[in-house]
């Protein structure tokens, strides 16, 4: 994790920065797509995963309950997103199934870590 200086609250927060990796990850990926897709499916799933440690930024910076509630949600529904974007792009031969089953383990962990999350926001 990078250090910063006079940084934000949220940017120590684990799930923001599993987030971040998933982000790189995905990147990664779909740069190693065919052309065709850079405005399909390649643009589907970047903004899926940006959208993730953006929303989890937005609801830690929240004051309401409902209000970090909501973004918390909006992250775990962005990342459901992206997990269906990997499985499309590995049944049309984009990914491996290994590059698959890596996501899929990352996803599956920040999915948990988020829901974790949320139920501590909800008991405060």
């Not at 927060?13 to 982000?23: D, G, N």
């Amino acid at each position: 994790m990078e250090n910063h200086k006079s940084g934000f609250g949220f940017q120590s927060l684990e799930i923001y920065q599993l987030a971040k990796e998933l982000v790189v990850g995905c990147y990664n990926i779909t740069r190693g797509m065919p052309s065709e897709e850079k405005y399909a499916l390649c643009q589907q799933m970047n903004r899926a995963a940006v959208s993730i440690p953006s929303n989890i930024a937005e609801g830690y910076s929240r004051f309401s309950t409902k209000d970090k509630m909501h973004f918390m949600n909006m992250a775990y529904g962005s990342l459901m997103e992206l997990t269906c974007q990997y499985e499309i792009a590995k049944d049309l031969g984009y990914i491996s199934q290994e590059q698959l089953n890596q996501y899929i383990d990352k996803a599956k962990n920040l999915a948990v870590k988020i829901s974790n999350f949320r139920r501590t926001i909800e008991k405060r």
